[in-house]
C-alpha cells in the first residue's frame, strides 16, 4: 500500500493530490512491527481555495468532507491507514513526543522516498507504543479509539500534577446499554437500537473524529 502511495504521489495527479507537501510514518509502523494494526500516515497539505470551500461547507451543513478525497487519492479504498491531515496537527503529535519518519516531499525522488521505506528494519518486538500516561479512566478505549484522536489524547495525563488537581477530575461513569466494550474492535460500536436513537449521526464529538449518520470511518 505504501509503495503504491509514493507512486501515486510521485506520477502526479488532478486534485486534491497536488495539494500534498508531504507524507510522514509515525507509530509501529516505523518501529519495523511486522504485523501492525494499521499503518498512521501525517500529511502536509496546502488548502486552496476549492480545499477551503468544500472543508467549510462540510462544517456548516452536511457536504463532504474532502479529507475523505484527499484520502481516496493517496491510498485508493484501501484500508488499514490511520491519517493524521495537516502541518499543524503533525507538529502537535510531535509535541506530544511522537517521532515521525518523513517518507516523501514535494521534489522527492521516488527512489530516494522507497529508500526510505525500505531503509525501515523489521523489528518483531515492535507494537504500540507504551501508554503509561493514560489516565485509567480510559482503559480499553484504545481498542476503538486511534491512539492519535482528539479523545485518546484526553485520556493521557502528561504530568501526574494534573491527576491530583482540585482544578480537575476524572470519573468513569458505565452507561448500559450504549456500547458493548467487549465486543470485537472495529468502526461500529455502537448498537442498532443506539443509531436508530440518534438518526442524525453521532455525538458530536463523534461526529468531528468522521461519524456520520451513525457510522463511523477513519480517515
Not at 506520477?11 to 495539494?19: D, K, M, T, V
Not at 497539505?45 to 484520502?71: H, K, N, W
Not at 492519535?148 to 480537575?168: E, I, K, Y
Not at 477530575?169 to 442498532?192: E, K, Q, R, Y
Request: hydrophobic share 40%; net charge neutral; charged share 25%.
Amino acid at each position: 500500500m505504501l509503495k503504491e502511495m509514493l507512486q501515486r504521489l510521485d506520477a502526479g495527479g488532478p486534485w486534491p493530490l497536488e495539494l500534498v507537501d508531504a507524507v510522514y510514518v509515525f507509530g509501529s509502523s516505523a518501529r519495523g512491527a511486522l504485523e501492525p494494526n494499521d499503518v498512521d500516515l501525517a500529511v502536509d497539505f496546502r488548502q486552496d481555495e476549492a480545499m477551503r470551500q468544500r472543508l467549510i461547507a462540510y462544517l456548516v451543513s452536511s457536504g463532504r468532507d474532502p479529507r475523505i478525497d484527499l484520502r481516496q487519492a493517496l491510498i485508493g479504498r484501501k484500508r488499514g491507514a490511520q491519517f493524521q491531515f495537516g502541518a499543524a496537527e503533525r507538529e502537535r503529535l510531535e509535541g506530544d513526543g511522537v517521532v515521525m519518519l518523513r517518507l516523501w516531499s514535494r521534489g522527492m525522488p521516488l527512489a530516494a522516498a522507497l529508500a526510505v521505506l525500505d531503509g525501515i528494519q523489521e523489528d518483531p518486538e515492535a507494537g504500540r507504543a507504551q501508554r503509561d500516561d493514560m489516565a485509567e479512566e480510559f482503559e480499553g478505549w484504545d481498542r476503538y479509539i486511534p491512539q492519535t484522536s482528539s479523545v485518546a489524547r484526553l485520556g493521557r495525563v502528561s504530568h501526574p500534577a494534573a491527576r491530583n488537581s482540585s482544578f480537575s477530575s476524572l470519573t468513569a461513569s458505565p452507561l448500559a446499554g450504549l456500547f458493548d466494550m467487549s465486543a470485537p474492535a472495529g468502526p461500529h460500536i455502537l448498537p442498532a437500537t443506539t443509531r436508530m436513537r440518534w438518526p442524525s449521526a453521532c455525538p458530536r464529538a463523534v461526529v468531528k473524529s468522521g461519524c456520520r449518520g451513525g457510522q463511523s470511518s477513519n480517515w
